[in-house]
T-cell receptor, first 115, second 114 residues
Framework: DQQVKQNSPSLSVQEGRISILNCDYT??????FLWYKKYPAEGPTFLIS?????DKNEDGRFTVFLNKSAKHLSLHIVPSQPGDSAVYFC??????????????FGKGTKLSVIP | DSGVTQTPKHLITATGQRVTLRCSPR?????VYWYQQSLDQGLQFLIQ???????AKGNILERFSAQQFPDLHSELNLSSLELGDSALYFC?????????????FGPGTRLTVL
């Protein structure tokens, strides 16, 4: 049973336009949501996160929106640049107690930004 | 560069064999996490160690085990290997008390079981 779902395996966007990546989750106990970016042959790199008590977090060109009632979050990249082309993973953190912040990941969305 | 190192980068072995993957966390990080990424799958949490002690277990097979040493490096041992164990194995570390769950990932070890 997938607790974190990214239903779009891929997304293509023109350079300069907005990229919107979506993520749904089922576990109400998740307290943080994170986005990671991954290039081939590299490990995932942290991009941005949001606490479950907030509905928006912004960092430069990247904004994450959280809709708790819908159990949905999205990552907006504006404007999109060719260097943003990568696989984006949505992840959720569940503090199961005693300092364990294990992450549950979605399967990823491959973003291609076309020059 | 995340500051997390993993060796080896690639590993090719045969079914039934045993291998050890090594991870050195970022300086000062006490927590180490291991994840497996199979083809077309997201990263699956395997196990976490905190300052030498096992903290949490995920979908880790009984044939797999891990440990964290006094110098905080960690090893993931995979035994009686099967074809289905072929995957990317990532190690991640996090600072003590990082409530956001942010983890810093190594470059991974690609394991191929033939």
């Amino acid at each position: 049973d997938q607790q974190v779902k990214q239903n779009s395996p891929s997304l293509s966007v023109q350079e300069g336009r907005i990229s919107i990546l979506n993520c749904d989750y089922t576990n109400s106990m998740f307290d943080y949501f994170l986005w990671y970016k991954k290039y081939p042959a590299e490990g995932p790199t942290f991009l941005i996160s949001i606490s479950s008590i907030k509905d928006k977090n912004e960092d430069g060109r990247f904004t994450v929106f959280l809709n708790k009632s819908a159990k949905h979050l999205s990552l907006h990249i504006v404007p999109s640049q060719p260097g943003d082309s990568a696989v984006y993973f949505c992840a959720a953190s569940d503090n199961s107690g005693a300092g364990s912040y294990q992450l549950t990941f979605g399967k990823g969305t491959k973003l291609s930004v076309i020059p | 560069d995340s500051g997390v190192t993993q060796t080896p980068k690639h590993l090719i072995t045969a079914t039934g064999q045993r291998v050890t993957l090594r991870c050195s966390p970022r300086s000062g990080d006490l927590s180490v996490y291991w994840y497996q990424q199979s083809l077309d799958q997201g990263l699956q949490f395997l196990i976490q160690y905190y300052n030498g002690e096992e903290r949490a277990k995920g979908n880790i097979l009984e044939r797999f085990s891990a440990q964290q040493f006094p110098d905080l490096h960690s090893e993931l041992n995979l035994s009686s290997l099967e074809l289905g164990d072929s995957a990317l194995y990532f190690c991640a570390s996090s600072p003590t008390g990082m409530g956001s769950g942010e983890q810093f990932f190594g470059p991974g070890t690609r394991l191929t079981v033939l």
